[in-house]
């Protein structure tokens, strides 16, 4: 796939980021959640000096336990909810960062 046709930094993603078919677990805002809850911190203009492939990604996880683990640390999330999706290999890649992945979409 040509990533830069996206709009995406050079070695974005990564080498290591792969395809990954299967659920993913993420907080949004709105049930049902909009469009507007899968927007990213390059989309909401946020952090414009951190890395530039992670900015273009969502943080999401594999299993409902690693969201559950981790909602109390975000007090601005609070009353948020846990949304799942279901991606295949031809949406995007994704990354191991730490506990949780960022999904790479394809656009």
């Known amino acids: 796939?040509?990533?830069s046709a996206h709009g995406f930094p050079e070695k974005c993603p990564p080498e290591d980021a792969r395809a990954y078919e299967g659920l993913i677990y993420i907080f949004v805002k709105n049930d049902p959640p909009i469009?507007?809850?899968f927007f990213t911190s390059y989309d909401k203009g946020r952090h414009p000096n951190g890395e530039q492939c992670q900015r273009?990604?969502?943080s999401c996880?594999?299993?409902q336990s690693y969201l559950d683990s981790i909602k109390n640390l975000f007090p601005a999330r609070k009353g948020?909810?846990?949304a799942t999706g279901k991606i295949g290999y031809n949406d995007g890649v994704i990354k191991q960062t730490g506990d949780q992945l960022f999904i790479i979409a394809s656009g």
């Open 1 to 3: 796939m040509d990533w």
């Open 35 to 37: 469009y507007e809850d």
């Open 56 to 58: 273009r990604s969502i």
């Open 61 to 63: 996880g594999i299993n």
């Open 80 to 82: 948020w909810k846990k």
